[in-house]
């Protein structure tokens, strides 16, 4: 056997490793000794636009209209350029106001849905236009609000009486889309029936085949006088695939409209959150439903377990560090998470997503603003990528990135050129960008959201040379948005 030379091998090693990057203009992870961290080498090309950046970054919620004389939440909406935003929960974060749901606005079931006056249209009214003031678009829940109510549930239960419920439901789209009793031409596209009714009694009292059931009369009325609309559901908790299939094979067999199919995923894995599109498109397809599209309409970074975050286990101060801290559900690693799905969803079938949520009064705990009306990192995350979509919306080639890293460019009006790069914890001796169709000198301007009690991004100026951007040594999360000089 021949015995090797390690300084002779290690110097081979990084030789080719730089002759290799030099060959292959695509994102490198270059050799590092045991125990220390790789440099990281990106690329993005502004010569070469491959289509739009897709809109995923939807939410739950408009601006909350509860104290909205105080509250300070449109300017903070506006702001980010969310895109698809579903009314789900809307009650909660406007206590004492009757908003979205079913019941709230249409309040005695025995009263004449096919009378105007029997609807209360008028909170619902504002809070949709906020929505639409911001600029994003509506997807409106049929349906009810989840309930931790005890010891009993109210209005979370399957309806008794499939054609009025039918009729109601039918009122509620021709107020909004055709001006009917005093109302809007707002051309609603998606309309959701219900929420979660595969988790029992917080949403649905009996079983997931009565939701089928339910799912496929309400579609089919609502299509029947509607046929521009899109309508789907199921809305169920996580991305089960008997569950899916359940329903799909039900809509088929029944010849159930089904325009958009949605599920949630709740997790701490990137890699999770990112397949899931993949999973449900397949299933999808192999039974005929190649044109519905694909709604993952509740998710949110989740690294905790239920019974901490609804207070059965744990304590005051462990929720607090896990609400707040770095780690925690609306800390960097969260903000690092929620912007690198929001970029590898680029490259999945995924038509929508809505985070949930913008706020929410009555749980800190989900919110992208908290209940004193300051953005969590995770807000400003979402407002990096929002940026992207309204300035430079046309998606430009990067590389591929390695681990969990993830990088976005977009280029627009004005000769708009942006970068987003994310890290989820990981680590690099040097994170790099090779850019190219930009000038190969000159200087970026640069937010970063980085670990620390400081919420809102850091911004820096940063000078490059012969086309590579260097920001420097990576240890654990964080997001940056850079911005290129406009042209001349």
């Keep these: 056997m021949t015995e090797r030379n390690p300084r002779r091998t290690r110097l081979f090693l990084l030789i080719a490793a730089a002759f290799a990057l030099a060959l292959e203009p695509q994102t490198a992870r270059l050799a590092a000794e045991p125990g220390r961290a790789p440099e990281i080498v990106l690329t993005a090309d502004f010569s070469q636009t491959i289509g739009p950046i897709k809109k995923v970054n939807g939410t739950n919620l408009g601006p909350r209209l509860s104290n909205s004389r105080y509250n300070g939440h449109q300017a903070l909406f506006n702001a980010a350029h969310f895109g698809l935003v579903r009314l789900h ?25 096919s009378d105007p006056a029997n609807y209360y249209f008028t909170s619902t009214d504002d809070y949709i236009q906020t929505i639409l ?40 789209v021709r107020h909004y889309n055709r001006g009917w009793g005093n109302g ?39 299509k029947r006088e509607f046929p521009e609309i899109k309508v789907g559901g199921p809305a169920i908790a996580g991305c089960d695939q008997e569950t899916l299939s359940q329903f799909v094979d039900y809509c088929r067999a029944e010849n159930a409209p089904l325009d958009f199919c949605s599920w949630h995923v709740y997790t701490a894995s990137l890699d999770e959150i990112v397949s899931s599109p993949a999973e449900v498109r397949r299933l ?3 039974r005929g439903f190649t044109e519905t599209e694909l709604h993952l309409d509740e998710w949110h970074y989740f690294n ?28 960097i690693d969260a903000a690092a998470f929620d912007a690198a799905a929001l970029i590898r969803w680029q490259d999945t079938p995924l038509d929508g997503s809505c985070y949930y949520c913008t706020s929410m009064a009555t749980d800190d705990t989900w919110g992208l603003i908290d209940d004193f ?40 009006g004005g000769g708009a050129k942006r970068l987003m790069v994310v890290s989820f914890k990981e680590k690099a001796a040097s994170l790099k960008i090779r850019v190219s169709g930009v000038p190969q000198s000159g200087t ?31 240890d654990g999360s964080t997001v940056k948005l850079i911005r290129f000089p406009a042209a001349n």
């Design 284 to 286: 999808l397809d192999e």
């Design 373 to 412: 009306r300051i953005p969590f990192k995770t807000y400003y995350a979402f407002r990096m990528f929002g940026e992207m979509t309204a300035e430079a919306p046309n998606r430009i080639e990067c590389g591929a990135a390695p681990g969990r890293f993830a990088i976005l460019g977009g280029a627009g």
């Design 184 to 222: 809007f031409h707002h051309n609603i596209e998606y309309w959701e029936i219900w929420n979660e009714p595969n988790i029992g009694p917080a949403m649905w009292d009996k079983d997931f085949a009565a939701y089928c059931r339910f799912y496929a009369a309400m579609a089919k009325r609502l």
């Design 89 to 113: 929960d809307a009650p909660h974060d406007n206590p004492g106001l009757r908003v979205a749901d079913t019941h709230l606005v249409f309040g005695n079931m025995n009263s004449d849905p």
């Design 444 to 474: 970026v301007a640069v937010e970063s959201l980085d670990p620390g009690k400081k919420r809102e991004p850091a911004v820096s100026e940063l000078t490059y040379t012969d086309g590579v951007i260097d920001l420097g040594p990576i």
């Design 133 to 172: 003031d911001g600029g994003a678009t509506v997807m409106y829940r049929l349906g009810t609000s989840i309930e931790h109510s005890a010891p009993h549930t109210y209005f979370v239960k399957e309806p008794e009486d499939y054609e009025k419920t039918g009729e109601i439901f039918a009122g509620i």
């Design 304 to 331: 905790s377990t239920w019974g901490e975050v609804q207070g059965q286990s744990g304590d005051l101060e462990s929720r607090n560090a896990y609400n707040n801290g770095d780690a925690g559900l609306n800390g």
